[in-house]
């Protein structure tokens, strides 16, 4: 079976998370510049198969997107362009970066890793993912 991967994009780094090939659990992967990612992703291709992209959907609390919504829309057009046979699902990403910092705290990191922009972005990466993971069932 094929992987899947979470995506939480922001325009300096992208965080990565994927599946295990039966597509139940999700794992942090790394997180990439933004500037390097389709040249990452098509690197990371080459070696695993992938079903699906899942990106995270940024609301605000009152269900309306977020600012960031535009930058995601336009990532998702070159993600699609790069990698057409592979389709793209969204998840609502509400609060995924505060539940990364209290998970990171929860495992006892230190002040200075949970200071780690590129670990808060995999961690949120990985709950987008798991998130989908738990709605297909």
């Given amino acids: 079976m094929s992987r899947i991967i979470g995506i939480d994009f922001g325009r300096k780094r992208v965080g990565l998370a994927i599946t295990d090939p039966m ?71 509400r609060f995924t970066s505060k539940i990364a910092v209290q998970s990171m705290i929860a495992g006892g990191l230190k002040k200075e890793k949970r200071r780690d922009k590129a670990l808060v972005d995999e961690i949120s990466a990985t709950l987008i993912l798991q998130n989908y993971l738990e709605q297909r069932k």
């Fill in 23 to 93: 597509q139940r659990i999700a794992s942090g992967l790394t997180s990439v510049s933004a500037d390097a990612i389709f040249s990452y992703l098509a690197s990371y291709l080459q070696s695993e198969a992938v079903a699906c992209f899942v990106v995270g959907l940024p609301r605000q609390m009152n269900y309306e997107c977020s600012e960031s919504e535009p930058y995601i829309l336009e990532f998702i057009e070159d993600l699609k362009a790069h990698f057409p046979d592979i389709p793209v699902r969204r998840v609502d990403e």
